[in-house]
T-cell receptor
Framework: EAQVTQNPRYLITVTGKKLTVTCSQN?????MSWYRQDPGLGLRQIYYSMNVEVTDKGDVPEGYKVSRKEKRNFPLILESPSPNQTSLYFCASSLQLTGTSGGTLFFGEGSRLTVL | AQSVTQPDIHITVSEGASLELRCNYSYGATPYLFWYVQSPGQGLQLLLK??????LVQGIKGFEAEFKRSQSSFNLRKPSVHWSDAAEYFC????????????FGSGTRLLVRP
């Protein structure tokens, strides 16, 4: 089954304790991205990756890191989490971003993170 | 600046009634336009998209949307709402520039009365 898998789905942590949210897709997609969803703000892009070893900042990259060592995986790293990073996080992937099949993002089920 | 506006935060309709969710965008050129749906506890699922051609686009689950360039709008419609349509709906625009991102609206939550 084609899917984007995120782990963990739920996490409560404390300020300053490093954490990683994993994301894996089995569709051989080149493009992957992380979004955070906050009430009244919709989804905002944190980082994206066009291919292996190619990553770039989105709209709200502060406090986050990513890596793309393999095509299927795109982990989101919070080196020193703070309470303002409490949010619902989504990983998404796409075969391509332009053309008639572009823009169709496949989303994971989300990871709800609480930072105390 | 590029932006997407969904003016209705909540909409409540009765089951069987028609539905229209509004979306307006601000973009430098003709964008790619999308509607996504998010059911409770789930990720987002693509309902439909517009790239070019016919301005009336058909999607899944009986939804359609119409692109109106003169109004910079891409409203989502359904002739008869089912209880299972209760969800949050997001309009999105892009990608057309080097940032390769979709710009999402803030969402409209649909409630369905029995």
């Amino acid at each position: 089954e084609a899917q984007v898998t995120q782990n963990p789905r739920y996490l409560i942590t404390v300020t300053g304790k490093k954490l990683t949210v994993t994301c894996s897709q089995n569709m051989n997609h080149e493009y992957m991205s992380w979004y955070r969803q906050d009430p009244g703000l919709g989804l905002r892009q944190i980082y994206y990756s066009m291919n292996v070893e190619v990553t770039d900042k989105g709209d709200v990259p502060e406090g986050y890191k990513v890596s793309r060592k393999e095509k299927r995986n795109f982990p989101l790293i919070l080196e020193s989490p703070s309470p303002n990073q409490t949010s619902l996080y989504f990983c998404a992937s796409s075969l391509q971003l332009t053309g008639t099949s572009g823009g169709t993002l496949f989303f994971g089920e989300g990871s709800r993170l609480t930072v105390l | 600046a590029q932006s997407v506006t969904q003016p209705d935060i909540h909409i409540t309709v009765s089951e069987g009634a028609s539905l229209e969710l509004r979306c307006n965008y601000s973009y430098g050129a003709t964008p790619y336009l999308f509607w996504y749906v998010q059911s409770p506890g789930q990720g987002l699922q693509l309902l439909l998209k517009y790239f070019s051609g016919d301005t009336l686009v058909q999607g899944i689950k009986g939804f359609e949307a119409e692109f109106k360039r003169s109004q910079s709008s891409f409203n989502l419609r359904k002739p008869s709402v089912h209880w299972s349509d209760a969800a949050e709906y997001f309009c999105a625009v892009g990608p057309m520039d080097s940032s390769y991102k979709l710009i999402f609206g803030s969402g409209t939550r649909l409630l369905v009365r029995p």
